[in-house]
């Protein structure tokens, strides 16, 4: 009954998986990860993504397609008309019920999003719902790309998208930490963060991911371990969250600079300058006037000291009459983090380096992740890392570096796209005193 001639067809092109992805696919047998190039033969995160979901964990946004210029999920307001929407908010909801009835002792949740885009919108509706629904405590984590491009008005937007994020989740959150490997974020993600003994390219979401998400994975050990049940996310959370203080800021210390040979004692001794670094935008972590909570993996305790007959030098030390490497670190902290409180964690395991972590680490890592001084070119198979949260007087300057770009946009009817979508110029202003608000929640007035 058609008539073939007038008839248009659009059919979506096929996505090749990647080399891993089939890899992945295949029996164990015929597994061989050495053989897949990430490094350049990647399209999106999925395509290094070790776990495979499960289809009851997948929501398909089918209104719009990635990377699809005409149509861009671009907006903040986008994710947020989208969740409100009956179908998809039911579909949504449903799935992370059917997950929460099969826990036995739910502690909350943990909320990964972009912040730049509509997904910054349908995070922070989901966010929201999750704290209607179910009251538990809510760690989230809102997300911005490392990569530079050209300079552009979509910076203002995705600018605008953060903001608005965080207001939000400001208010529905019990804590949260913007992430990023850029040191400004906004407008564009600026020089990449430094690691002394790393060669990354921030330009790769492959490279920059493995870094966040290795902090993720150390810092949230706190209330992950099993030898200690009554340590739960809530605390965290009250601990970090005082007088108003949602927001803290992530830090990570990679490799934790073991020197080869060398005991803890002698390494902690020695050291000199910022013992992490940050990975929020805009903000830098002093060691003075915080409230934190870290995180120690991959030091043994044969590595603390040495025994009395071997000691030397390291008997004269204060932290020699420490007996675990728990101790001696709280030690050194309350020695040189002044007026801070601190929440340790220590577990002697260290990070695991397996396919398909890329490989940045120096020439002068060790496979077992210690510092040596010249180069060995062996694979890194473990190192040791710290990692935390922060709360302290620096995320005053995240605020206010981006409240000030945004105090370039003097009429929001300019960007049509918000207004198209709902955003009220009351409601951008109120936005934009949130940023102020919560600039001053974490500036110390002493008279």
């Not at 999925?46 to 979901?53: A, K």
């Not at 699809?68 to 579909?91: Q, V």
């Not at 120690?296 to 590595?303: A, K, Q, S």
Request: with cysteine; hydrophobic share 35%; proline share 4%.
């Amino acid at each position: 009954m058609w008539d073939e001639d007038k008839v248009e067809v659009t059919s979506e092109e096929t996505i090749a998986k990647p080399a891993f992805i089939k890899q992945l696919d295949e029996s164990s047998e015929t597994l061989n990860p050495t053989s897949s190039d990430l490094e350049s033969n990647i399209n999106s995160w999925v395509d290094y993504m070790l776990p495979r979901f499960h289809p009851r964990t997948l929501n398909i946004i089918k209104q719009y397609k990635h990377d699809c210029t005409s149509h861009s999920f671009n907006i903040y307001n986008y994710g947020n008309n989208l969740w409100n929407t009956e179908k998809f908010s039911e579909d949504f909801s449903e799935r992370i019920r059917s997950y929460v009835e099969e826990c036995d002792l739910m502690q909350g949740f943990q909320v990964i999003l972009d912040s730049v885009d509509g997904f910054a919108g349908l995070g922070a509706s989901c966010v929201q719902h999750l704290k209607d629904e179910y009251g538990k405590s809510i760690l989230s984590f809102p997300c911005m790309d490392s990569r530079i491009t050209e300079p552009s008005k979509s910076d203002l937007i995705k600018a605008l998208n953060t903001a608005l994020c965080w207001q939000s989740i400001g208010e529905h959150s019990s804590l949260y930490s913007p992430l990023c490997c850029g040191q400004t974020g906004w407008p564009q993600a600026g020089d990449l963060r430094i690691f002394d003994h790393l060669t990354y390219n921030y330009e790769l979401s492959y490279h920059s991911s493995a870094l966040l998400a290795t902090a993720l994975d150390t810092l949230t050990i706190r209330y992950r371990r099993k030898e200690y049940p009554n340590v739960v996310l809530a605390d965290m959370c009250a601990d970090l969250n005082k007088l108003g203080r949602k927001a803290v800021a992530t830090s990570l210390t990679l490799p934790f600079p073991m020197t080869d040979k060398m005991d803890l004692i002698d390494v902690l001794d020695d050291f000199t300058g910022e013992l992490w670094t940050s990975l929020t935008p805009s903000c830098d972590i002093s060691m003075d006037k915080q409230m934190q909570s870290l995180v120690l993996r991959g030091i043994p305790e044969d590595r603390l000291k040495r025994p009395i007959a071997q000691a030397s030098k390291q008997m004269s030390k204060a932290a020699y009459r420490c007996s675990t490497v728990h101790e001696m670190m709280t030690l050194y902290l309350a020695c040189n983090c002044h007026a801070s409180a601190t929440y340790l964690s220590t577990i002697s395991s260290p990070l695991m380096i397996k396919h398909p972590y890329p490989k940045i680490f120096s020439n002068n890592v060790a496979g077992t992740g210690d510092i040596v001084g010249w180069p060995v070119g062996a694979d890194v198979q473990s190192v040791p890392v710290m990692a935390g949260l922060h709360s302290g007087g620096g995320l005053s300057a995240m605020y206010e570096s981006l409240h000030q770009q945004l105090s370039r946009i003097k009429n929001i009817k300019k960007f049509h796209a918000f207004t198209d979508s709902g955003l009220e110029e009351d409601e951008f202003k109120e936005c934009l005193n949130h940023l102020l608000d919560c600039k001053e929640n974490y500036e110390d007035h002493y008279v």
